[in-house]
């Protein structure tokens, strides 16, 4: 069964940080490009990061650079995404999704582009 598991979401406060991961199971995410997306509530989902099949590319959404970081170990068929200093509007369901077609500029986003999507993970920025 292939599938992605979100973890590492959680409660907390405004500066803090949280490690998400995505593992995979049943394939391996060697030839797949990894997304983060999130969604709100009463917010369309929206992409957050995105990691090329060797890591050697990553993109982000303006709201999060400069705080968050995509990583991926390979060996470990597995992505992280690093969120610092968090913000109350980030707080939203998140989730991977992997992607095995050519990228395309301008479409990295395109959530129709993934294959596959994970269960999501909940972030809570409050005090």
């Known amino acids: 069964q292939l599938q992605l598991v979100e973890s590492g979401g959680g409660l907390v406060q405004p500066g803090g940080s949280l490690r998400l991961s995505c593992a995979a199971s049943g394939f391996t995410l060697d030839y797949y490009a990894i997304g983060w997306f999130r969604q709100a509530p009463g917010k369309e989902r929206e992409g957050v990061s995105r990691i090329s099949r060797s890591g050697g590319r990553t993109r982000y959404a303006d709201s999060v650079k400069g705080r968050f970081t995509i990583s991926r170990d390979n060996a470990k068929n597995t992505v992280y995404l690093q969120m610092n200093s968090l913000k109350p509007e980030d707080t939203a369901v998140y989730y991977c999704?992997?992607?095995?077609?050519?990228?395309?500029?301008?479409?990295?986003?395109?959530?129709?582009?993934?294959?596959?999507w994970g269960q999501g993970t909940q972030v809570t920025v409050s005090s």
């Open positions: 999704a992997a992607d095995q077609s050519p990228a395309v500029n301008g479409a990295h986003f395109v959530a129709a582009k993934y294959d596959y």
